[in-house]
């Protein structure tokens, strides 16, 4: 397995077309509000696009239609924008977006609430999903192996109080990626420790990885629409999908997709984000 180093200078551009998406984020989170059409989000993320100057890395690629997947209730990942889909009071919806700098690539996604009246268990569900991701991410050390970092996202999802539907479903047949020149690289990031995987490649600065839990209310299996995309849960129950470019330098983690670094976040948890390489 090749995985690619990053020198300081191609990370300081992963973090310029990260805080591209962190503004795609912010624009179609505001955005996802009763009425809205899938569509609706997409026009906003090529707008951002626009005005930043940067390239969509989800347009084209593999033949996928749009900007953003956008993923509704049960639909876990790849959900293609459709004027069709009418957002309603109630839903969630799971953003993934990306963009590309001068030939670096940023991707993260984040679940957002459409309206409101959502029940605790979901509302949970996607706090479970996000800390779990953010526990990953700590886990980005150097000296750590990338098994570190599943069996900490893994490992905070079942410590949780389970949900009234009896389990949180860990998906198994997606994960996280490496990122750099290309949006999906070598290693590939399972969420949960398996032994056939062996221990992977150890971290070290200059490893850059998106580390992306998808977690359901209920199974962790999945099939796929007619559309060759739109991931759905086997039993149709709700998921929750987030997501972080992470850069691993020699001052420790820099988050290329969070407005801050990561800093506030990594604190919490007892860790110190890199300095920003824009400053």
């Given at each position: 397995m090749a995985v690619e180093i990053k020198t300081p200078d191609q990370i300081a551009k992963m973090r310029e077309a990260g805080l591209v998406v962190a503004a795609i984020h912010a624009a179609t989170r505001e955005a996802a509000v009763p009425g809205a059409t899938t569509k609706d989000l997409d026009d906003v993320a090529r707008k951002v696009l626009a005005e930043h100057g940067a390239k969509s890395n989800f347009l084209g690629y593999g033949g996928f239609p749009a900007t953003i997947c956008t993923s509704v209730n049960e639909v876990v990942v790849h959900g293609i924008p459709s004027a069709e889909t009418v957002l309603k009071d109630g839903d969630i919806i799971s953003i993934d977006a990306g963009a590309i700098v001068d030939g670096w690539h940023g991707d993260a996604?984040?679940?957002?609430?459409?309206?409101?009246?959502?029940?605790?268990?979901?509302?949970?569900?996607?706090?479970?999903?996000?800390?779990?991701?953010?526990a990953g991410i700590a886990a980005v050390k150097n000296g750590n192996r990338l098994v570190d970092v599943s069996r900490a996202i893994e490992t905070y999802i079942r410590r949780q109080p389970r949900p009234a539907t009896g389990?949180?479903?860990?998906?198994?047949?997606?994960?996280?990626?490496?990122?750099?020149?290309e949006m999906h690289m070598d290693p590939h990031l399972l969420n949960y420790v398996s032994r056939k995987r062996g221990r992977g490649p150890k971290l070290v600065p200059g490893f850059c990885i998106a580390i992306e839990?998808?977690?359901?209310?209920?199974?962790?299996?999945?099939?796929?629409?007619?559309?060759?995309?739109?991931?759905?849960?086997d039993d149709l129950t709700w998921s929750s999908h987030w997501e972080h470019s992470v850069a691993l330098t020699e001052d420790g983690p820099l988050v290329l997709t969070a407005v801050d670094g990561g800093k506030a976040k990594l604190a919490e948890l007892g860790v110190t984000a890199a300095p920003d390489p824009l400053g």
């Open positions: 996604a984040f679940t957002a609430f459409v309206g409101g009246g959502h029940a605790p268990e979901l509302v949970e569900l996607s706090r479970v999903t996000e800390e779990s991701m953010w389990k949180y479903g860990i998906i198994e047949d997606y994960g996280g990626h490496g990122i750099g020149s839990p998808m977690v359901s209310l209920g199974t962790p299996r999945t099939h796929v629409l007619e559309d060759d995309w739109t991931v759905l849960t």
